[in-house]
């Protein structure tokens, strides 16, 4: 398996990394091949709530789209409220994570706070991609640094919590991971992010306010990755889908990063990057 993982990862990652150092002047594509892969997740994030009917589950998809459109074309003046909004969330649901049992039966209620879940999960990641990218000059380059801190939060977390991981994490969610694995995630994630920040120019305090703004977005992918565990469980599947050979769905491999994107997304916002 984890062969298969490796192999698929390097297939991907080339794909991966050529869209997002689309210039800044090719935002509108970049926002394309977004919307493609968010409604991908959606549509997986809808059978995990419990949502069959596949033609119903096709029309919120084409609601999805046509609020995509409308984000993309306000995305000038909404990026604050639509950000705070989505961080807002991700620390909503670390309660929702202290509650396992929370939503769980299989009742039409529960089914519609979890595909408004769904809502807050892309809407804002959606929203904090397209800030990132058209920020002028380098935002290709602080897109890549984006999803690079939580490609190495999760390397990092995957070393330390297999060698050095005893105590777990969230065991009744995602038995696997542990608080060695986090504190690994958050150094990995800050070395990534400081690294990164001297090659875009950032220096003095905004340095070491970027490696904390790092761990708040690993912090913030953790809880990403164990609310899509919360889902699967819920749901009694392994995977979220089949879209990738030894990765599962699509959701399985953007969990963490619609987390994530929208806390750096804001603190790149505040800290003036």
Known sequence: MLLQRTLTALLLAPLV???????PGWTWLFALVAVAAFL??????????????????????????????????LRDTIQW????????????????????????????????LKLAAGALVVFPAFVGLL??????????????????????????????????????LAPNISPGKTWAGVYGAFVAGALVAVVGGVLLGVAGWR?????????????????GDLIESLMKRHAQVKDSGRMFPGHGGLL????????????????????GL
Request: charged share 10%.
């Open 17 to 23: 990394i050529l869209v997002l150092l689309l210039p």
């Open 40 to 73: 991908a997740g959606l549509w997986e994030w809808t059978r995990l709530s419990g949502l069959r009917n596949r033609p119903v589950r096709a029309g919120l998809l084409g609601v999805a789209l046509a609020v995509f459109a409308l984000l993309w074309w």
């Open 81 to 112: 409220p639509v950000l705070a909004t989505g961080v807002a969330w991700w620390v909503l649901a670390c309660v929702w994570l202290k509650n396992f049992a929370f939503a769980a039966a299989p009742t039409t209620e529960n089914r519609n």
């Open 131 to 168: 800030a990132i990218h058209a920020s002028e000059p380098y935002g290709h380059w602080w897109t890549l640094l984006t999803l690079l801190i939580v490609w190495a939060a999760d390397i990092g977390a995957y070393f330390s919590g297999r060698f050095l991981g005893k105590r777990k």
């Open 207 to 223: 340095l070491l306010a970027l490696a904390l703004l790092a761990v708040l977005t690993v912090a913030a992918s953790v809880v």
């Open 252 to 271: 399985d491999r953007m969990d963490s990063v619609f987390a994530a994107v929208p806390v750096f997304a804001l603190g790149k916002l505040l800290l």
